[in-house]
Nanobody, 123 residues
Framework: QVQLVESGGGLVQAGGSLRLSCAAS????????MGWFRQAPGKEREFVAA????????LYADSAKGRFTISRDNAKNTVYLQMISLKPEDTADYYC????????????????WGQGTQVTVSS
């Protein structure tokens, strides 16, 4: 079992930056691939970024590529999402997820989910 807690969300101006953190506990963090997903009001949850167990592979949604960077610190049981050049369309609840299998873009591949952190980008 893995418990995940996101933090770092908030209100930022368009063009600004924000770093989200996801702290894990309950199981050995380094054995899980990790992902970030987001869900805007009235929309389905969508993939943002993912990182493999040893950080050798990273995946990004087209909307995130070039602006967002996913990283992990296994010694701190934490995964990060650094976001720059934020746009109003990035406004959403952001969720951290853990995957016991292969790193994936699919929500169905992930076994554990955090409660989410709100990101609001104003114009």
């Amino acid at each position: 079992q893995v418990q995940l807690v996101e933090s770092g969300g908030g209100l930022v101006q368009a063009g600004g930056s924000l770093r989200l953190s996801c702290a894990a506990s309950g199981r050995i963090f380094s054995t899980y691939a990790m992902g970030w997903f987001r869900q805007a009001p009235g929309k389905e949850r969508e993939f943002v970024a993912a990182i493999s167990r040893s950080a050798g592979t990273t995946l990004y949604a087209d909307s995130a590529k070039g602006r967002f960077t996913i990283s992990r610190d296994n010694a701190k049981n934490t995964v990060y999402l650094q976001m720059i050049s934020l746009k109003p369309e990035d406004t959403a609840d952001y969720y951290c997820a853990a995957d016991a299998g292969v790193v994936s873009r699919s929500t169905s591949a992930y076994d554990y989910w955090g409660q989410g952190t709100q990101v609001t980008v104003s114009s």
